[in-house]
């Protein structure tokens, strides 16, 4: 075939002032294994979302096999011939296998359903894709895989020749990610073309013909995965400039060595496995990975978030029980700011101040009701502390800029002053000035005592702030870095997530 089975022609798309992609030229050939690589940001999966239809580009034009693709609406996208499956399925738990798969294409006849024609080709599909799937059983009891197949079978009964990939090994097991990647490459074979976005480059060198890597919103270059190796894709994916973006304040107080708190054995199932570290008062400790790593989920588990979630845990040297709510894991002393302030942190209708002191009423409260004065007096005491303006303390939360309500949540535990303060993407969604204004503010908390544990998707955040940095890689613990014994770097971050042979360093 000679006209490429897609080819972006300058697409770009911007959310509000931000660029998510900028004007992006790339041809993806027929019959190929096509795979996307960046770090989280890139711009990636902003291309995937465009070529799906879930997003509409603000610029440019798709081809498909040489002729217009109309953008912007899944449905359009479906009847193109591209299916999508994301890392998290779509399937309806309720429904059987065989429903799942007919989902919005059922086999009908004068308004009846032609049930027997429809598990005949059920049939069929897995006997092409090589998988043994009762059609009645509801899909909620099938494993992840078996559902992902699902997935698969659908795009093919929808004739879909353009299959679209995002993180789809995340849930599997190695056996079931070898069943998968045959399933792809049986499909490759018949002539559909695969385009594969993931983190894990041993998989995308072992799966894809060729490589686009993107950086900052740009495709920087697409060549055969026979001219990358696992080194080169991280230096590609990292860029020369990377590393410089925040300047590192080193602080001169030193980190006991009694642990404020020590977990064991964390595993939350499907997510962690077996995770062990320990912090100490003043610390900051980094967690670095990517997507999928499950750094989110260990910050949730040990803030109680997690019902799921066993393991050991010692606050001050004393073992205390698994927190199986934040109640309780905010009596331990131990607080979290989550990556979704606007869902999980803030309550948008209620004001600045009260937002603040939310944690714990007690405190301005006298003879069973607040004190509004002292209220007033004790929020500002810890927004001032990050440069919030005291005029905007009776306002809504949610009239704030994302910088200003991220400061409204730090306030918070200021306010209440706990033993180990957990931060999940500090500064997503904030200017570059605020930027600098958060990351410094939790400088002061590790200086004043608190040890803080932080996840950031922007590594560079990480290197700027952190004493140490464990780095996760599918729930485990993969290795460990240490700033006094090393300067920290993404760089070294990334090929120890990546696992680059000769830059790992040792479990402490």
């Known amino acids: 075939m000679t006209s490429p089975a897609i080819s972006l022609l300058d697409v770009s798309k911007a959310f509000g002032p931000v660029m998510a992609l900028h004007p992006v030229r790339l041809d993806i050939k027929a ?22 239809g879930r997003t509409a580009p603000n610029s440019g034009q798709v081809l498909l096999f040489g002729k217009p693709a109309t953008l912007g609406d899944p449905r359009a996208a479906r009847a193109q011939g591209i299916s999508a499956i994301y890392q998290e399925l779509t399937i309806v738990p309720a429904l059987s296998a065989a429903a799942n798969v007919f989902l919005g294409q059922t086999v009908a006849r004068q308004g009846f359903l032609q049930e027997r024609s429809m598990h ?50 995340t849930a599997l097991a190695p056996p079931e990610r070898e069943a998968l990647f045959a399933v792809m490459r049986e499909l490759r074979d018949q002539g559909h073309t695969l385009v594969y976005v993931s983190h894990n ?31 080169t894709l991280v230096a590609s994916m990292l860029g020369e400039a990377i590393g410089d973006i925040y300047h590192r304040r080193d602080r001169v107080s030193t980190v006991p060595d009694q642990p404020v708190l020590r977990v064991s054995g ?39 978030m997690e019902p799921r979630a066993s393991g050991r845990l010692e606050v001050d040297g004393r073992e205390v029980a698994w927190p199986t709510a934040p109640r309780a894991a905010r009596d331990y002393g131990i607080a979290l700011v989550p990556e979704d302030r606007k869902s999980q942190g803030l309550v948008l209708g209620m004001a600045c101040a009260d937002n603040v002191v939310m944690a714990n009423y007690g405190r301005v409260g006298r003879h069973g009701f607040v004190d509004t004065a002292r209220l007033r007096s004790l929020s500002r005491k810890s927004t001032d502390r990050f440069g919030l303006d005291p005029r905007r303390l009776g306002d809504p939360v949610g009239n704030l800029s994302g910088g200003n309500q991220q400061k409204v949540l730090l306030s918070r535990w200021d306010y209440e002053q ?16 605020a930027k600098s204004e958060i990351l410094d503010a939790l400088r002061d908390f590790a200086e004043r005592g608190i040890a803080v544990i932080i996840v950031s998707s922007e590594l560079e955040e990480i290197v700027a702030v952190a004493d140490r940095v464990i ?21 070294a971050i990334l090929n120890c997530a990546f696992g680059v042979e000769g830059n790992r360093h040792a479990h402490q």
């Open 471 to 491: 780095v996760l890689s599918e729930g485990r613990l993969v290795g460990e870095l240490n700033h006094a014994q090393k300067p920290l770097s993404v760089h």
């Open 31 to 52: 019959g190929t294994i096509h795979a996307f690589v960046g770090q989280n940001g890139a711009g990636k999966s902003t291309t995937l979302g465009i070529l799906a």
């Open 266 to 304: 964390l595993t939350v199932p499907s997510a962690v496995t077996d995770l062990s570290l320990s912090i100490s008062p003043g610390e900051i400790l980094g967690i670095g990975g990517l997507v999928g790593s499950g750094r989110t989920t260990f910050l949730r588990a040990i803030a109680g």
């Open 418 to 433: 706990p033993k180990v303060l957990m931060v999940d993407e500090p500064t997503r969604g904030i200017d570059v000035g």
């Open 120 to 169: 005949q080709r059920f049939a069929a599909l897995c006997e092409r894709l090589k998988v043994s799937i009762d059609p009645a059983t509801e899909a909620r009891r099938l494993s992840v895989a078996d559902q992902q197949m699902l997935e698969i079978m659908r795009a093919l009964q929808a004739d879909s020749n353009i299959i679209l990939f995002d993180e789809p090994t």
């Open 201 to 231: 480059l041993d998989e995308v060198l072992d799966i894809s013909q060729y490589i686009s890597v993107f950086r900052n919103g740009r495709l920087v270059e697409t060549r055969a995965k026979s001219s990358w190796t696992k080194s």
